[in-house]
């Protein structure tokens, strides 16, 4: 049997594993568009080196013979073909399809969003290269559009680094979680000489092709090396043919019906409208669950 995953974060990997130690004998073939996919749990830790790379990068040579990983982005998934179209052109067909693609950052809308230096923390691929920015960056801006703590905790473990002026500007839609306690917070980053905007946005990057300082919509203006984002998070799809994505917008549940031998989803991708409060290392339990689950249905 032939089992593809699209998908190499802690879902995939852990419904690979899975599937190894209940079908020793099948083919499996894990698809990522990133080349070393990584635990999104240990990213903070990771940036200050306080994670080690055999920690924080997914092993995918831990798993017994029989799985192929593949580094490339999926343009198409075709259930009725059971065939999944790369973005460099190839196609891989399979006995069963595994969705298992998370969930992504929702694009702010914000002049100079796409200036150099701008990152999601949610999306970024290239997670060298964004260490490797921080470690050179003087002015860390830190912008939390989301309820998700992942700004908050990078924060705080930026302040281990010598020699950074961080500031951290969060919106209004944090202000429930932080009104009781906003004193003590407001002491914890003065301690830690954090800049602390408060319920406000960005407006605007600034720079010549690559950032130089960020405009609030409180019109202060801060120098900037980089901008982290922590924004909401959103299911990560794929076009699935033969469906629309306006029938995708309520999740993949009315999906599966009609294909509940070929198509499986497994983890968060599998959330409606994810928009609530999301901890990733609470998230890895989830997706192991799930693919324990998965992995017991697709031996059926």
């Known amino acids: 049997m032939k089992i593809g995953i699209i998908g190499g974060g802690i879902a995939g990997f852990s419904c690979a594993r899975k599937l190894k130690e209940k ?9 990522d568009k990133r080349r070393e996919p990584f635990k ?5 830790r990771w940036l200050i080196n306080k994670a080690k790379d055999s920690d924080f990068f997914i092993n995918w040579q831990s798993i017994n ?12 998934i075709n259930l009725d073909r059971r065939s999944v179209y790369l973005k460099e052109g190839g196609v891989q067909v399979f006995d069963k399809i595994v969705l298992a693609t998370g969930l992504e950052a929702e694009r702010l809308d914000f002049k100079g969003a796409r200036k150099k230096g701008v990152y999601y923390l949610a999306n970024y691929l290239a997670v060298r290269e964004l260490k490797e920015t921080i470690r050179r960056a003087r002015h860390i801006l830190v912008y939390t559009s989301s309820i998700s703590m992942f700004g908050l905790e990078l924060v705080s473990f930026l302040t281990r680094l010598e020699g950074k002026i961080i500031n ?8 429930f979680i932080y009104d009781k306690e ?13 800049g602390l905007y408060a319920h406000t946005k960005i407006e605007e990057v600034l720079g010549e092709g690559r950032i130089k300082a960020a405009r609030l919509s409180s019109n202060k203006i801060l120098a900037s090396d ?21 029938e995708k917008e309520g999740g993949l549940k009315d999906i599966l019906p009609g294909y509940r031998k070929v198509f499986f ?3 968060d991708v599998n959330s409606v409208k994810e928009r609530g409060i999301n901890f990733f290392f609470l998230n890895r339990l989830r997706a192991q669950r799930d693919a324990s689950e998965l992995a017991g249905a697709l031996c059926r």
Do not use: H, M, W
Request: with cysteine.
């Open 23 to 31: 079908i020793s004998n099948c083919q499996i073939t894990v698809i």
């Open 40 to 44: 999104k749990y240990l990213l903070s």
């Open 65 to 76: 013979s029989g799985v192929e990983f593949i580094s490339s982005r999926v343009e198409k």
């Open 168 to 175: 951290l500007v969060y919106n209004q839609t944090l202000s």
């Open 182 to 194: 906003s004193l003590s917070l407001r002491e914890y980053l003065s301690l830690k000489n954090i």
């Open 226 to 246: 980089i901008l982290l984002i922590d924004s909401f998070l959103k299911p990560s799809l794929i076009e699935i043919a033969p469906f629309s994505s306006a």
């Open 265 to 267: 989803v497994c983890g």
